[in-house]
């Protein structure tokens, strides 16, 4: 069965202003708007996705809005948190956790992540994880990803992960404005990588079904070789994602393939 490209884009903190954010989901939405086979999210900041969230139109599946992080308590005294609750109220039905600049600027471990994780989707939300690796020393690389899933996964029912995403973000391939993505030959060894340290977590029925997405410099030129050799279901884009002609133009290139 062929499954639809999921395209996220994850804004991080851009832009600064609502009216620009406002602009920039605008132009997404119309180039996604004439996509029938690909899943478009868009995930901004915080501030502005109820305002953005409230504007999608109900019943539109195939264009969706999402958070770039949550907490995994429902409610209470944590000064600065949004839980997963207050994300679905304002219109998200994506989450993304465990980003590597949420590792690195935040301090958060594969634990912290996996409570994340199990509180997105306890609450139905579906859970983009991100993992990857800082560089590809020989050894140790394959071995921290494994980590990074098996320790985000950790104790969460089967069930649950029918609502999960996995995206494979090399951390030093992120936010290069040239040729410093990943290799699609490389993601592919990635995908089946992934896919078997997925299989006893997941089963043998479910693993298949979670799709497994790219991100790291993807910009229109390279997007196609990820999407058609890389053995991912779709992309995680950052930079390119702030500009709706060029995400305009992945979003196409997906819906092609
Ligand atoms: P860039 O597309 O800017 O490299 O960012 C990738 C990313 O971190 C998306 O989550």
């Not at 679905?88 to 935040?106: D, N, Q």
């Not at 301090?107 to 139905?124: P, T």
């Not at 991100?130 to 950790?154: A, H, M, Q, S």
């Not at 693993?207 to 999407?227: Q, R, T």
Request: glycine share 10%; net charge positive; hydrophobic share 40%.
């Amino acid at each position: 069965m062929k499954m639809r490209k999921i395209i996220i884009a994850n804004w991080k903190m851009n832009p600064q202003s609502l009216e620009e954010a406002k602009s920039i989901f605008n132009g997404t939405k119309r180039a996604a708007a004439k996509l029938k086979k690909t899943l478009t999210v868009v995930c901004p900041p915080f501030v502005y996705l109820s305002t953005l969230g409230s504007s999608i139109s109900k019943g539109k599946l195939s264009f969706q809005a999402g958070a770039q992080d949550l907490f995994w308590k429902e409610k209470g005294s944590y000064t600065g948190e949004i839980s997963a609750e207050m994300l679905k109220s304002v219109g998200a039905k994506y989450v993304i956790v465990g980003h590597s600049e949420r590792r690195e600027y935040f301090g958060e471990s594969n634990d912290i992540v996996n409570k994340k994780i199990k509180a997105g989707l306890k609450a139905g939300l579906n859970v983009v994880l991100c993992v990857g690796e800082k560089d590809r020393e020989p050894g140790v690389f394959l071995r921290y990803i494994k980590d990074e899933i098996e320790e985000g996964l950790k104790g969460i029912q089967r069930v649950f992960l029918k609502k999960l995403i996995i995206a494979y973000e090399p951390i030093w391939a992120i936010g290069k404005k040239g040729p410093a993505a990943d290799s699609p030959e490389d993601v592919l060894q990635m995908s089946i990588y992934i896919k078997k340290i997925l299989l006893p977590i997941a089963g043998k029925e479910l693993m298949p079904k979670i799709p497994i997405l790219y991100g790291g410099s993807v910009n229109p030129k390279n997007a196609e070789g990820f999407l058609r050799d890389a053995g991912v279901q779709g992309l995680l884009i950052g930079h390119e994602s702030l500009v709706p002609e060029h995400f305009g133009e992945i979003l196409k290139i997906a819906e092609k393939i």
